[in-house]
């Protein structure tokens, strides 16, 4: 068995027969792992998968989702090549990464060699490479990585093909961090937002636009999630992306004393994704809401972060759940 795959779609079924009929050993070799890349790889459970962590290439998200499967994750930094292998089965070496662009509804156009797995020595491809397990923290700086690219490529931003729910987020590994945004009333627009978005973004304010909340100095930074919500609707909620933040000047009008920084998401919501987890879904929002009456809504306002103390985060799982 040795064959020419001319297209992305003859690369694509070989890489999902290959893993579908794999019941031993199992490889993918891949220097970028894009969103919805379980959907090519059969079972997951105890695949081992090797990637570069490298922002705008490698989605934190999709190694989130193989990993809750099952899958053995390892890093190797500068690596380009792609190797699906599956003992007793076959190889494929081809130019496609392990994604939706590459195997999917991408426009890529890929080509590839299907060869028998005992024609590829898989062990010693692996040791050729300089691997590293993945980590909690190294898939968190990836994340942060990875916000930043998006937030200033929102051309080339594929989306998600799912956002998880508050009790995926809560047992994902390495799981996204976010802060607490509580909104009082509706602020105006400093003239140092409006600056810093003419100077960076080539844009003016609009309000179908932008979205900015007042706040403490220091509170919040480049590529925070905020989950935004209302003391007097606490069902109210959505995510805010910090883009950046602003701090007033006391000459401005719009100089709060108390909250001296304007945090700024310079996009509307559909070019964002990431999400921690899906603010919008109505379990959430009623668990959100019971969880901050029993957690004490003046707690919140004592608080010396922005960052969700872990009593209130245990008490939105448990009211979650019921």
């Known amino acids: 068995m040795q064959s020419i795959l001319y297209t992305s779609g003859e690369v694509r079924e070989a890489i999902v027969n290959l893993f579908e009929a794999a019941s031993g050993r199992k490889v993918a070799i891949s220097a970028f792992v894009g969103d919805g890349a379980d959907a090519y790889l059969g079972k997951v459970s105890g695949l081992e998968l090797i990637c570069w962590p490298k922002s705008g290439g490698t989605n934190p998200h999709a190694l989130r989702r193989l990993i809750s499967k099952g899958a053995k994750i390892s890093f190797s930094d500068s690596l380009h090549m792609k190797v699906y292998w599956a003992e007793n089965q076959s190889a494929v070496i081809t130019s496609a990464n392990l994604s939706t662009n590459a195997l999917g509804s991408g426009n890529l156009k890929e080509i590839g060699v299907l060869l028998k797995a005992q024609d590829v020595d898989i062990q010693r491809v692996i040791d050729s490479l300089k691997t590293r397990p993945v980590t909690e923290k190294e898939i968190r700086k990836l994340e942060r990585e990875h916000k930043d690219y998006v937030s200033r490529n929102p051309s080339q931003n594929p989306k998600d093909s799912e956002i998880q729910s508050y009790y995926e987020w809560y047992a994902s590994f390495g799981r996204s961090d976010w802060k607490l945004g509580e909104i009082e009333g509706e602020c105006g627009v400093s003239q140092a937002v409006r600056d810093r978005l003419k ?30 919500f209302f003391r007097e609707n606490l069902s109210r909620i959505e995510w805010l992306y910090v883009d950046f933040v602003a701090d ?10 108390k909250n001296p920084s304007q945090v700024v998401q310079v996009r509307p ?20 809401s019971a969880a901050i009456k029993e957690y004490g809504i003046q707690k919140i306002d004592k608080m010396q972060t922005s960052k969700p103390p872990k009593k209130l985060v245990e008490a939105i799982l448990r009211h979650f759940q019921k």
């Open 269 to 288: 919501r559909k070019y964002y994704n990431g999400f921690p987890f899906d603010e919008k879904d109505k379990r959430f929002k009623k668990a959100f």
């Open 199 to 228: 100077k960076d973004y080539g844009l003016q304010y609009s309000d179908n636009q932008q979205t900015l909340i007042s706040a403490p100095k220091g509170c919040y930074k480049k590529t925070d999630w905020v989950l935004t």
């Open 248 to 257: 007033v000047s006391k000459s401005d009008r719009e100089y709060d004393p």
